[in-house]
T-cell receptor
Framework: DAGITQSPRHKVTETGTPVTLRCHQTENHRYMYWYRQDPGHGLRLIHYSYGVKDTDKGEVSDGYSVSRSKTEDFLLTLESATSSQTSVYFC????????????FGPGTRLTVT | DAKTTQPNSMESNEEEPVHLPCNHSTISGTDYIHWYRQLPSQGPEYVIHGLTSNVNNRMASLAIAEDRKSSTLILHRATLRDAAVYYCILRDVFSGKTSYDKVIFGPGTSLSVIP
């Protein structure tokens, strides 16, 4: 199994509070991704990174920011959590981008009350 | 962006082969066909991928139509652990720029395995 961990695994927070989710990899892969998964929507890309300090937006990036200060860590921040951001968040990594398989973390279940 | 179409759900008996179909009629010449699966309460798991030729690995086989407009994931002997949602997606191998290639995970096929 690819070495990907996510923390926390579960979190309940209140509307308006900041939240940071962490993805950590031990594979030294260049590419990292944050997805959210909601019933009826499948997996949707939030942000991705193609190197240290190199990030770009995915299809549902509003309300989220990311940072990658070192290869192994990719942080997803909700500056001011809203109930619509209640979801399961998955981190993924890949050695290359186009055409290459992705390996997913175990997920973080976030509930915003 | 090229998309895929899969049946919403399928059933199989344990220890029997399972053929999971996927249609991708707008596939481009540089699209790889990837399959992932997601077990309950887990992240998606890579299964197999291919371009034109049939592919085999320890988990499954991938049969690709000659015109590449459809493919079939084959599980040779279904086990209870194979009950999952299976996703067929296309990934563009062309690396003309660094930006993300907009992989689209559709709803997938929910496979039930009957003991």
């Amino acid at each position: 199994d690819a070495g990907i961990t996510q923390s926390p695994r579960h979190k309940v927070t209140e509307t308006g509070t900041p939240v940071t989710l962490r993805c950590h990899q031990t594979e030294n892969h260049r590419y990292m991704y944050w997805y959210r998964q909601d019933p009826g929507h499948g997996l949707r890309l939030i942000h991705y990174s193609y190197g240290v300090k190199d990030t770009d937006k995915g299809e549902v990036s509003d309300g989220y920011s990311v940072s990658r200060s070192k290869t192994e860590d990719f942080l997803l921040t909700l500056e001011s959590a809203t109930s619509s951001q209640t979801s399961v968040y998955f981190c993924a990594i890949s050695e290359h981008d186009r055409g290459n398989e992705q390996y997913f973390g175990p997920g973080t279940r976030l509930t915003v009350t | 962006d090229a998309k895929t179409t899969q049946p919403n759900s399928m059933e199989s008996n344990e220890e029997e082969p399972v053929h999971l179909p996927c249609n991708h009629s707008t596939i481009s010449g540089t699209d790889y066909i990837h399959w992932y699966r997601q077990l309950p309460s887990q992240g998606p798991e890579y299964v197999i991928h291919g371009l034109t030729s049939n592919v085999n690995n320890r988990m499954a086989s991938l049969a690709i139509a000659e015109d590449r407009k459809s493919s079939t994931l084959i599980l040779h002997r279904a086990t209870l652990r194979d009950a999952a949602v299976y996703y067929c997606i296309l990934r563009d191998v062309f690396s003309g720029k660094t930006s993300y290639d907009k992989v689209i995970f559709g709803p997938g096929t929910s496979l039930s395995v009957i003991p």
